[in-house]
């Protein structure tokens, strides 16, 4: 299917703010629905946000009010903005679409003083 790669992670300071991206490697990029994932050392992969193809988008508690999914299809391209980043926030984000067997590098982002 479609391959999604992250990128724009990096370090922060603790209330700062990140914009991830993830963009489709090839030329088509229609998934109905997309999400963010992330995992922290030691922990298992978990939900951040996901979008559909109509706009709808969830979130998870833990980062509800600080975090924006949006989606630009004309780009192909997913983004997660990341407002009033915490260290908890730490951790590798990923995207990914069902059936979400593979996954991608994903891109790093540590929340630190």
């Known amino acids: 299917q479609v391959q999604l790669v992250e990128s724009g992670g990096g370090l922060v300071q603790p209330g700062g703010s990140l914009r991830l991206s993830c963009a489709a490697s090839?030329?088509?990029?229609?998934?109905?629905?997309v999400a963010w994932y992330r995992q922290a050392p030691g922990q298992q992969r978990a939900f951040v946000a996901s979008?559909?193809?109509?706009?709808?988008?969830n979130y998870a508690d833990s980062v509800k009010g600080r975090f924006t999914i949006s989606r630009d299809n004309a780009k192909n391209t997913v983004y997660l903005q990341m407002n009033n980043l915490k260290p908890e926030d730490t951790a590798v984000y990923y995207c990914?679409?069902?059936?979400?067997?593979?996954w991608g590098q994903g891109t790093p982002v540590t929340v630190s003083s």
């Open positions: 990914n679409h069902p059936p979400a067997i593979d």
């Open positions: 090839g030329s088509i990029f229609s998934p109905y629905i």
């Open positions: 979008i559909t193809r109509g706009g709808n988008t």
